[in-house]
């Protein structure tokens, strides 16, 4: 379900080969995060000229920001093989002691939220980390014997949304660690002129600050939108793509100027014309708009909290005096944001 909106950073398996191909492929193509590259490129080269593999790598932040894709450009600058696998792919220590053993020298293992590796999978990669070694338990019981493997020199790059959910000793462990922002309007009109240039699309200045201003600072939602707009413009028999077919081709979407989708409308809606702007309970608010309390709170509030269309008090959700201008309606005085007493927000 998280997936199905057009404006989730989440992945659908068909958008995989569309994205493989407009990914960058070294550091120089990568736009935005100029802190996390810079560093990122130093720590890379310096491993080079050491004529050593390079350190750990762990990256965070919200989906769709390029983790995955700083991950192949690690491979890609080394010069080695990517070997890719996630978190809940390893089940147990058995599956990372398989891939740890099959491992090539230099070889760059990329773990997708890796947070969520199980206890004894994230215990063996301690070991594997830090000593390039694992021990493997031959027998059970009294008789068993844990037999060491030596493992080859390799860099681990781990990607997280939520950096908080890992272990002190295994987040210390990582020589370097980056955390992704959203982009700004600027940077994503880059990103999308890389991609109308792979896609053989002709779009105006205008055109790009459109699509880009309703991306919720995401180069994934971007770049899925530009995809959007180029449907509708081939459909429409529309050669170059201005302000005005993008915003067109957008609003058919229900993306609104904000980058508001029709779950995000929803929830404000219901909460400002059905509660009053509350507060009210999630799960309460969920019912209203017919989706999981989940749904709710993982695809819509996030982006709702950082425009500051949707606040968190100890009593439950409020609109703020933002999200009733956005819906057009006119803000009570108690609405956080406008004059007048208001709840301490979460």
């Known amino acids: 379900m998280m997936s199905e909106s057009l404006t989730s950073a989440g992945q659908e398996p068909e958008e995989r080969a569309l994205e493989a191909a407009m990914r960058p492929k070294n550091l120089d193509e990568f736009v935005g995060q100029p802190r996390v590259r810079q560093q990122l490129s130093l720590v890379l080269e310096a491993s080079k000229l050491r004529g050593r593999v390079a350190d750990h790598v762990l990256l965070s932040g919200p989906p769709g920001l390029g983790k995955t894709t700083l991950a192949m450009i690690v491979a890609s600058e080394m010069q080695a093989p990517l070997r890719i696998s996630s978190g809940p792919a390893i089940q147990n220590a058995g599956d990372l002691a398989a891939i740890l053993s099959s ?23 301690y070991l594997a980390m830090e000593d390039f070694r694992v021990d493997i338990v031959v027998g059970k019981g009294a008789g068993a014997t844990a037999i060491p493997l030596e493992l080859p020199p390799f860099t681990l790059v781990g990607a997280t949304t939520r950096a908080g959910l890992l272990p002190a000793p295994l987040r210390d462990r990582f020589g370097f660690t980056g955390h992704l922002e959203f982009y700004s309007q600027d940077e994503l009109e880059l990103v999308l002129r890389r991609s109308a240039v792979m896609l053989d ?8 600050a459109q699509i880009a201003s309703r991306s919720r600072g995401t180069p994934r939602i971007a770049n899925r939108l530009l995809r959007r707009v180029r449907d509708w413009a081939l459909v429409h028999g529309q050669h170059t793509i201005d302000a005005k077919a993008a915003g067109a081709a957008l609003d058919m979407y229900e993306v609104d100027a904000k980058g508001l989708d029709r779950l995000d409308r929803a929830v404000l809606t219901a909460l400002c ?36 269309l949707l606040g968190r008090t100890p009593r439950g ?12 309606l006119a803000a009570p005085d108690g609405a956080p944001g406008a004059w007048g007493e208001t709840e301490p927000l979460l």
């Open 317 to 328: 959700r409020v609109a703020t005096a933002a999200s009733w201008r956005h819906l057009g």
């Open 103 to 125: 491992l090539t020298e230099g070889e760059v293992l990329f773990l997708d939220e890796i947070h969520r590796l199980s206890r004894p999978a994230e215990e063996m990669l």
């Open 201 to 208: 699309l002709t779009v105006t200045q205008a055109g790009f």
């Open 273 to 308: 014309q059905k509660f009053g702007g509350g507060p009210v309970g999630l799960s309460t608010l969920a019912i209203a708009v017919g989706e999981e309390a989940e749904t709710v709170e993982e695809v819509a509030e996030p982006f709702l909290v950082r425009e500051g």
